[in-house]
């Protein structure tokens, strides 16, 4: 199990055992690694997952920002943002397009996430302020969340998870090419491989939230897109992968 006291559904996988496997070591390997990989592994209602991150706010806003982009560079991002204390929804909502686009510079694709990020303090502010926004129903949140440009089902469901403690797993990309690689199908459409996971992992925030957060390290570390480092790898002793792609 990833986190005593879970409830495990009934395994629909064909290889039930292999997920139990692939559970078993990023429970092991997480608590050991994360820390020293930018994430807080602490109590499940804890914001400070995310980077260590203290305000809900700040993790949407990151959430939306590291898409397809270094953490470092949104670490530096944030700082900028904060030091010119637009991390307050009232604030960014306000405030220029332009002064956005310059403090989030160094960040890939910063045109369109300055837009995205304006685009969803709007939000934030229409519903009534952080709270009002996120303590309402799942999925009248997600549905609010992924009508913004730039913000698709992976990204809402990690700022539903993270900033919102809400009980949904997400799918991320990096997540899902481990999760292939180590011989796990998964359905092509994002909510039935969502479904799916979210049978056979434990029902509860802290294995939602150590689950994405060691997968995407995990991708980041050593299942890189080409030459992946299998031979350090902690899923080299149950992933197919080398044997399937890399004999010499
Ligand atoms: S062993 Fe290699 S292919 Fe398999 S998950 Fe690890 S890095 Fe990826």
Redesign the pocket.
């Known amino acids: 199990m990833l986190v005593s006291g879970g409830r495990r559904h009934e395994a629909s996988l064909n290889e039930p055992g292999l997920i139990a496997k692939v559970l078993d070591i990023l429970s092991v390997w997480g608590r050991e690694n994360l820390g020293r990989l930018g994430w807080l592994v602490s109590d499940p209602y804890s914001y400070e997952w995310w980077g260590g991150f203290k305000d809900p706010f700040e993790i949407g806003v990151s959430a939306i920002l590291v898409q397809l982009s270094r953490w470092e560079a949104v670490d530096k991002a944030i700082t900028r943002l904060r030091e010119n204390k637009l991390l307050d929804p009232y604030v960014l909502a306000e405030a220029p397009q332009d002064m956005i686009k310059e403090l989030i510079k160094g960040v890939g694709f910063h045109e369109s996430k300055s837009r995205t990020l304006k685009e969803f303090s709007i939000l934030v502010v229409r519903r009534g302020g952080w709270g009002a926004f996120i303590n309402r129903d799942l999925n009248e949140v997600r549905n609010d969340l992924i009508k913004i440009k730039g913000i698709g089902y992976e990204t809402a469901d990690t700022i539903l998870l993270f900033a919102g403690n809400k009980l949904v797993l997400p799918v991320s990309r990096l997540a899902r090419r ?1 999760l292939s ?2 011989g796990v199908n998964l359905p092509a459409s994002y909510v039935r491989a969502q479904q799916m996971l979210e049978k056979l992992i434990p029902e509860d925030l802290g294995s939602y939230k150590l689950f994405h957060a060691t997968l995407v390290s ?1 991708s980041k570390k ?2 890189r897109s080409k030459k ?3 031979a350090e ?1 902690p ?2 002793t149950i ?1 197919g ?2 044997t399937r792609n890399l004999k010499t």
Do not use: M
Request: include cysteine; hydrophobic fraction near 40%; charged fraction near 5%.
């Open positions: 481990v690689r180590v995990i050593y299942c992946p480092l299998c790898c899923l080299q992933c992968f080398p």
